[in-house]
């Protein structure tokens, strides 16, 4: 059974740090692309990051640029999201999710809920 399981989620103040992971069973991530993605309260979900994990190619949205990361050195069914200087924007449940590509995700895993305090 394929399955993403996240984790690392919590409460935080502004300006702290998080770092979410992503765990996959079932299937490795070798040749997929591995989003993370977040919903507000009240708001649309949107993409926060992905990579390829063939060539280590990264996007970042514009408000998370320069503040969040996708560590190098993942496993193949490990993918970390570095999340550094947390604002109370951030807040929402994080998903990772994965698929042949960022635009085409097939897998989702259940979320986890980031909440940052001013």
């Known amino acids: 059974e394929v399955q993403l399981v996240e984790s690392g989620g919590g409460l935080v103040q502004a300006g702290g740090s998080l770092r979410l992971t992503c765990a996959a069973s079932g299937f490795t991530f070798d040749d997929y692309a591995i989003a993370w993605l977040r919903q507000a309260p009240g708001k649309e979900r949107e993409g926060v990051s992905c990579t390829t994990m063939s060539d280590g190619h990264t996007y970042y949205e514009n408000s998370v640029k320069g503040r969040f990361s996708i560590p190098k050195g993942n496993t193949k069914n490990t993918v970390y999201l570095q999340m550094n200087k947390l604002n109370p924007e951030d807040t929402g449940v994080y998903y990772c999710?994965?698929?042949?590509?960022?635009?085409?995700?097939?897998?989702w895993g259940q979320g986890t809920q980031v909440t940052v305090s001013s």
């Open positions: 999710a994965a698929g042949w590509t960022c635009s085409v995700l097939s897998s």
